[in-house]
């Protein structure tokens, strides 16, 4: 089953996911000559919004949350995945660190580390868990929804080594974000792997960077299918001082809404879209849907109310938003029995190996979906993904609609590869 | 749903799963490390017994035909498993030259071939057909029972490179395991990467030397997880000249069915196993479930009757047979709805992918089941020979069980890595 995709003006994407499915060896191919010269992150989360006259990512994840809402179908692809990524950076490997997020009393996110675990350890690794959070000074058994239980222990770094007691990890594989900023113990581990790289995590990382990035990568693939890569592409600029509470930098945040809703309305007028243009002013460094507001008018700003203003001050481990990326709003026009929905693409290493529907019944179609009561659908990506159909009518074929998200989904990834080496403090030294 | 073991005696096997699970991560960092030293054949599909007291691979194939028995929802794990395969042999590949048997009228065969055309379509290549047939002189329209077509067309063999009209492929494929001999056309490529190598072929190959190379795995194997390789190896014999119409060599093979019977049955005593020893003699160099026949007696060797005289003569493509290995039987305990059953296990580069139950209803325990009449049963090893669930009851579990298939099955292909490098004609040149 597809979801709905109730709009009129379904041309655009319609042609591109023929040109895709046609273009498939090529496509493929294309991205396997990237990844001999660029290294993709370990793991990728991707979400995709579908407006039917375009189609484009607006947020890529380098620390995926959420593997608990991927079907068990789905996880052999990701265990073959973390085999295969396990392989290229430490085959020796006998022991893996896992850090996760530290508020561990939720418990979506507990089965997501519990999926973590059973993904790493069924690939050939023994996992364990070692916290960030001060508080965790002993080794702290977390109950599971499914009765079975977690332990998180305290982590113990050496001169030049990150452990647990008696646990000397090849690799630490990092399941936080770092919004609170980079923490010491993880400093300067030159003898271990320690993935993602510290510069992806939020403290360092910058959602305009990514997007810089991701141009570059629209523009490539563009030009090997032959198309104009605004379909792909969500346009954007940024502020680099601003404070919703005082006022500060609000010129630039106008001006830059109001000359973004006008280039937006020129290329609505292009392909004749009889849509009222929109922007998504967002916290350059924000994550979990935090700090994130639809604007339809530049003048909308000038009056923001208390409520507004204090949830774009704040995001994630109480970080202070001073920068902001204004980006083109792309309205998700799938809908799951009524309720708008946006589909999310899950990589391990270079491949798809799964992805599930976001899906928010009281929330509009210009809006995050990732707020409080969304529901994760994981449906027909499960077994399609890798299978396209061609020949298959464009637009009413699932296999087809998610081979087109995973590549979607891998073209971000892609350009978090390209973000993530040209924001490496060491490259200048190691290349 | 696990096919029922009909066997008192399932001890050693139930602890065999135990002790696999309880190793998994040692034995996937073996694997891994195993790996780094050895390649591993391109596709391999291998034919595992369970007896209760004994699990062993009767069969290993290098060029696996029955890709159309593997359900639709292990094709993504193939698809996942060739990229990772081509990105490590031709990364830059446009073009997957494949070539298959010349049966172009079993429909069967031809889905097979219509499933490898998918999996790697989807990988990425532009795939196109070439056959050996001498009567293929143009492009032939093969039909398809799902109604689409095949298309096989003439090999062009220039100087140094092999390929189809208008059509340079960096990479060919093998699905014809060469039975009747290795073709001019395809010597002497050295610009393309040919898959598997020539000596791979059953012109050149032999069992025994296949199960030469198991039993060093199977020793190191059993080394890892302490225990009797002979749990997991069947022991063997050859006789390099025998000819059954003239009976030239039936000393040696009398002599040798005489002191394996007598070696099983001091194992079998060993283990307390109450079941009447028996050997399948088979020809070295044959495949498709020919020239085999099951002994329980030398005796029986003696007065062989014209119609088993005839089996054991001839093989596929019409070889004639005078090499033979004598093999210790391993029963098949498992039972599909009364039939007999044995599982196969289908691997691509090193990645296990699918299996399926072979089933034959007129068939005994220890007979072949690779016979006219056999049926094909993908069952529960879909979506779990990769997801194994530790703490449940030995034997009770279909992951676990079919875990510990993947297991056995990665042995042989290992085996089968060995076998290649010790038979390869470049070797001593190349290393």
Redesign the interface.
């Known amino acids: 089953m597809v979801p709905h995709l109730i709009t009129a003006l379904n041309g655009p994407i319609n042609e591109l996911e023929q040109r895709i499915l046609e273009s498939?060896?090529a496509?493929?191919?294309w991205?396997?000559?990237e990844?001999?010269e660029h290294t993709p992150p370990f793991y990728t989360s991707v979400d995709v919004r579908n407006a039917g006259f375009k189609l484009a990512p607006v947020d890529t994840n380098l620390f995926p949350g959420g593997w608990n809402n991927l079907t068990?179908?789905m996880?052999?692809?990701a265990?073959?995945?973390a085999?295969?990524a396990?392989?290229k950076i430490c085959?020796?490997?006998?022991n893996l660190l896992l850090v996760p997020e530290n508020h561990t009393r939720n418990s979506f996110y507990l089965t997501n580390v519990q999926r973590l675990v059973?993904i790493f350890?069924?690939?050939?690794?023994?996992v364990r868990l070692g916290s960030l959070d001060p508080n965790v000074t002993a080794p702290t058994t977390l109950p599971l929804p499914d009765g079975s239980e977690l332990s998180v222990e305290p982590l113990i770094r050496g001169k030049r080594r990150l452990g647990l007691k008696d646990f000397d990890p090849c690799t630490i594989l990092l399941n936080n974000d770092l919004s609170a900023g980079i923490p010491a113990v993880l400093e300067n581990l030159h003898e271990q792997y320690l993935l993602p790289p510290l510069h992806a995590g939020w403290a360092v990382r910058r959602k305009s960077q990514h997007f810089d990035a991701y141009e570059e990568v629209a523009k490539k693939f563009a030009k090997l299918l032959g198309m104009d890569p605004w379909l792909i592409n969500p346009m954007f600029g940024r502020c680099g001082k601003v404070d919703f509470q005082s006022g500060e930098g609000q010129d630039c945040l106008q001006t830059h809404v109001d000359t973004l809703i006008g280039k937006v309305r020129r290329k609505y007028k292009e392909y004749g879209i009889q849509e009222k243009p929109f922007v998504v002013v967002k916290a350059d460094n924000g994550t979990y849907g935090m700090g994130i507001m639809t604007v339809r008018d530049a003048k909308e700003l000038a009056d923001l109310n208390r409520r507004t203003k204090n949830k774009m001050s704040v995001i994630k481990d109480g970080q202070e938003v001073n920068e902001v990326i204004i980006q083109e709003g792309v309205p998700t026009y799938e809908r799951m029995n009524d309720a708008v929905a946006e589909p999310v693409v899950y990589m391990m290493d270079?491949?798809v190996v799964g992805g599930f529907y976001r899906v928010h019944a009281d929330r509009g179609i210009d809006e995050n979906l990732n707020a409080p009561g969304a529901q994760f659908v994981p449906l027909a990506f499960a077994?399609s993904?890798?299978?396209?159909r061609p020949g298959e009518k464009p637009g009413a074929s699932a296999p087809n609609r998610f081979y087109m998200y995973g590549v979607i989904g891998r073209l971000a990834m892609l350009a978090a590869s390209y973000e993530l080496e040209a924001q490496d403090p060491q490259a200048e030294t190691d290349y």
Do not use: D
Not at 91 to 94: F, L, M, N, V
Not at 121 to 126: E, F
Not at 385 to 388: A, G, I, K, Q, S
């Open positions: 498939m060896p496509i493929e191919r991205f396997r000559l990844w001999m068990p179908q996880l052999p692809l265990v073959q995945a085999m295969a396990i392989e085959p020796e490997a006998k059973q350890t069924q690939a050939g690794l023994n270079r491949y077994e993904h890798h299978l396209p």
